[in-house]
């Protein structure tokens, strides 16, 4: 088996408590990534999302385990992962395109000012915002507009993994609508690996290939891997018809408002090794688990029709 | 709507001046000149023979003002100085002990708003030499410069280093940590971080610093000039009153609250160059 492209290994945070107790908020979590993947991660708040991602990230260190990427290990930032953070941080003395110019610049530092420029409007043109837009400051735009701003900031740095934390929790349905669709083409088009924090069960199913599950905490870890079994491209409109859409949804409500807290109060097995979440399909044609070794790209493979 | 607000406060403004200069040259006129016969000693010094006697009329002021506008630059002698060379002598003591305070309270105030460290380190200092009056310096650096000219730029160094580094130390401490990130990520070294996200974040903190420097560095230079004497507008004011010229008194505050507001208003426009809304 080749190795994957991001290994997340015996990962856990503690934190020190009151009376110099500790607060695990995590532990023992371990999941994989392939190349070219969107993954979903989906908990309760304060289950410790936000913190993995700045462990990927390279903006947190993890009290126990290591995240390894392209076979090397993540230690501190770097622009080989994009990140968008929640809420926006875009630089506010500076426009939008100015913003996008920011990270282009860091990324490739030879590149001639034109250069710059036009690669940045390339992507600011892909999020739909060149009609005088960017040349307005932060403070001038409204939040979805902020937001793809943010995106096309860090897909303009071409990172080989982009994190996104909740990038869409302040914004309104049809603005949210509009984006999904853009952050899809993007990723589509460009074939980088998606890690996505999000509250929200329908976006995560019409995104991800694969949705990461975590049980609460403090002690929460990643109980399982839901694979989305519905074919590319996806249309919100289309999918809710298809026969895997409920099952998916259902396992995932399921989960969120019975079994992550269950497993919480369920007292652990001492597990030595690195154990991997469940892979489950609830949307495939046989209910059967399939096997960890077989998990692929499933909308390269499309199993249900 | 808000011009007819603006319209109306500079109609006002307009009133309430005439309103006082009108109240301030009647009482002037109307002012008992004492006989010269029964003058006591104490009024014969104090002017009350010249034909200065009393507080001068708005008119008197103003007429002053235009033979000294008319000709500020004009050098005829150690005690004939022009007005604008009187002002050009201040506003340079004032510049350079600035620039002075400026070079090492930006960087000082980068370091410790950085390292919470060095700010806990050199806090104590801070704390006791601040609330010091700056004319309170005036004899130890006459005695260790040995000279006026560099004291009074001392005293102005002094003044202004405060407010700058606190400022610069406390905006750029409290600089967003996303934005710290948002450079992290983007693999900034520690130079290019400085310089392109810690420094327009905490620029407008900084830039009140200054801005609250030189408004002290200003107030402080007439009085050291008073001081030291020699030359400078605080010089000026003294020696009027020592010829006994209370309309160039007044007429030289006038100037001083002038040029005072004319460097406000030059930091208030870098403020507001640098100022951002989040
Ligand atoms: N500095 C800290 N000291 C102690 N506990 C902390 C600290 N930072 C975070 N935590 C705890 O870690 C837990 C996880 O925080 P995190 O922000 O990762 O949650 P999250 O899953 O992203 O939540 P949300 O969905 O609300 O964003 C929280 O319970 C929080 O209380
Ligand atoms: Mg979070």
New interface residues.
Partial sequence: MTQPFLEIDGLAKRFPGSKGEQLTVFENVNFDIQKGEFVCIIGHSGCGKSTIMNVLAGLDEPTEGVVTMDGKEVSGPSLDRGVVFQNYSLLPWLTALKNVMFGVKARFPTWSKEKVEEHSYAYLRMVGLTNGAEHRKPSQLSGGMRQRVSIARAFATQPKLLLLDEPFGALDALTRGTIQDELLKIWQDSGQTVFMITHDVDEAILLADRILLMSNGPFAEVAESVVIDIPRPRKRAEMIHHPAYYKIRNHLVDFLSRRSGEIAASPREQSGGRRQPLTVRPGADDEKPTPDAERVRPHLVSLAG | MTRSYDFRALALTIVILVVALGAWELSTNTQILPGAGEMTEYERLMGGGSQNAGVPAPSAVMQKAWEELSDPFHNTGANDKGIGIQIAYSLMRVLSGYALAALIALPVGFLIGMSPLMFRALDPFIQVLRPISPLAWMPLALFIIQDSEASSIFVIFICSIWPMLLNTAFGVASVRK??V??A?????GPVKTAF??IL??A?PTIVTGMRISIGIAWLVIVAAEMLVGGTGIGYYVWNEWNNLDLTSVIFSILMIGVVGMALDAAFGRLQRA?T???
């Fill in positions: 996303d934005w990130n948002v992290r990520t983007h693999e900034l392109q996200v327009p974040a620029a640098v951002y809304t989040e």
